[in-house]
């Protein structure tokens, strides 16, 4: 029989054994000691979820603001936009003793190497690798290619950096720049950048000619050849920095209204 019930049945006015009033008391004694262990318990555990659940917060919202400064960074950088210039497509290099283009300058976002242009049409031609007339002036191509890289690889390479020759024909007054602003939307922020457009000289071709090197650009519409001449010093010193001979660098028209930069560096 419990205790509870003991107690009920044991009738008014009598008296409750010492011994079990004692029992009674020690056992509510201790449930309540365990339901304090409990509730003590239960408080130190949400406490110490508390923290953790703050500590992941502070550390959330560090992260965010890592990721906020990294983007803002990155998206508040002015945005380039550049018309002409080089690595839009690849520019054709040919030597006057050559049948067959020497070089090619690849376009900007492929391989970054100058490609020998006889093995290249011969990768991408199936038809000229059983051609014999074509083999053998590809022969030749190799042998031009060569000595023209010994002789102008620096300044091909040059040529074909899109930053170096934006600074170039800017530096020297022959391209155009303007500055407008945009705002930008990112994960984290949002901002204002600016957008710089530049319009610059487009080279269009290279060639290793009898008297030396002569890279053929298209100017800016309007562009006079006098501006090109007013130019020449600064072109002499930019190109000075490739090994290339300067002192008889002249610029002249060809038929097409373009501008021929002719170093006149064997001559």
């Known amino acids: ?47 110490a979820q508390q923290v953790m659940d703050q500590q992941n917060l ?7 603001v890592e990721l906020t400064a990294q983007e803002q960074a990155t998206m508040s950088a002015p945005r380039v936009v550049t018309t002409g210039g080089v690595g839009s497509k690849p520019i054709p290099v040919q030597h006057h003793l050559s049948e067959v283009l020497v070089a090619l ?6 391989p970054t190497d100058i490609i020998p242009a ?16 074509f083999l053998e002036r590809a022969k030749d191509s ?8 010994s002789r102008y690889g620096a300044l091909l390479n040059r040529i074909n950096e899109p930053e170096w020759w934006l600074a170039l024909t800017e530096s020297a007054g022959l391209a155009e720049t303007g500055t407008t602003q945009e705002p ?10 600016d957008v710089v457009t530049a319009h610059v000289p487009e080279i269009i071709g290279v060639r290793v000619g009898d008297t030396g090197l002569r890279v053929r650009v298209v100017p800016l519409p309007g562009q006079s050849l006098s501006e090109w001449e007013s130019s020449l010093d600064s072109l002499r010193g ?27 560096d064997t001559a």
């Open 105 to 110: 300058l690849p376009a900007a976002g492929g």
């Open 238 to 264: 930019a190109f000075r920095d490739t090994g290339i001979a300067v002192d008889r660098l002249y610029v002249r028209q060809d038929g097409q209204g373009n501008v021929v930069l002719d170093f006149n």
């Open 118 to 133: 006889a093995r290249h049409l011969l990768a991408t031609r199936a038809n000229l690798r059983n051609d014999a007339g």
């Open 1 to 47: 029989m419990a205790l509870d019930d003991w107690m009920k049945t044991a009738g008014a006015g009598r008296d409750i054994p010492s011994g079990v009033q004692n029992a009674a008391n020690q056992a509510a004694q201790f449930a309540a000691q365990q339901a304090e262990s409990l509730r003590r318990a239960q408080a130190a555990q949400q406490q």
């Open 58 to 64: 502070s550390m959330l919202e560090a992260r965010l």
């Open 184 to 193: 930008w939307q990112g994960t984290y922020s949002s901002g204002i950048r």
């Open 142 to 149: 190799d042998r031009r290619f060569g000595e023209t890289m």
